[in-house]
């Protein structure tokens, strides 16, 4: 009976003590940050491109310029059909002999409005086709504009870029009376658009 009133005791103290005890339980907090945006995911926003393209006048004969160039490109994406941007780049004449009226100057430097965006939803495929229209001057060459149509492979957001461009440029420094103040080149376009 003593052992039973012990066992009693003993218990109705642990009884009491849970009754009394705190149980806290701390859960982690949420850190004070913003949350995590998958940029790649985004169907808006800020978007980049880099661009190296190369290319000729279409004279077809002697007079031929060529010249190669990089170029990058940033601006607000829409949606995945319109995009707006600004362009700076690097352009040089390669053969120039018969365009420019100074021939240790070989390069120019384009400042140009960039508009572009896909002809498809690129959300289901891999690879779909683009349009883009350069507006724009460069430094010591002239006004020129550039449409280009070419094919995306990739994502929306990351996405390499493979076009055939043709720009229309005036050569404000032309050397030679029978050499054409406007120009048109052909170009490929390579590039990377994130």
């Known amino acids: ?15 009491v003590s849970q ?9 982690p907090q949420r850190p004070n940050r913003p949350a995590y945006h998958d940029h790649t995911q985004l169907e808006s926003g800020f978007w980049c491109a880099v661009e190296a393209q190369g290319g000729s006048s279409i004279l077809f004969d002697k007079r031929n310029a060529v010249r190669a160039g990089v170029s990058v490109v940033g601006g607000y994406m829409f ?3 319109i995009k707006i941007g600004m362009g700076l780049g690097g ?3 390669l053969t120039h002999n018969d365009v420019m009226r100074d021939n240790s100057v070989a390069w120019t430097m384009p400042l140009y409005v960039d508009l572009r965006g896909n002809f498809a939803s690129q959300d289901v495929r891999n690879c779909v086709p683009y349009w883009s229209v350069d507006f724009g001057a460069a430094i ?3 006004v020129f504009i550039s449409p280009t149509i070419g094919l995306r492979f990739g994502e929306t957001r ?13 050569i404000d420094n032309n050397k030679s009376r029978d050499y054409p103040a406007t120009v048109g080149f052909a170009s ?5 658009e994130f």
């Open 140 to 142: 010591n060459d002239g």
């Open 158 to 170: 990351n996405s390499w870029l493979l076009g055939l461009s043709y720009t229309v440029s005036q």
């Open 188 to 192: 490929l376009k390579v590039g990377f």
């Open 19 to 27: 009754a009394f005890a705190q149980n806290d339980v701390r859960l």
């Open 91 to 93: 352009n040089c004449y």
């Open 79 to 81: 949606n995945e059909f």
């Open 1 to 15: 009976m003593k052992s039973k009133k012990i066992l009693l005791g003993l218990m109705l103290l642990l009884g």
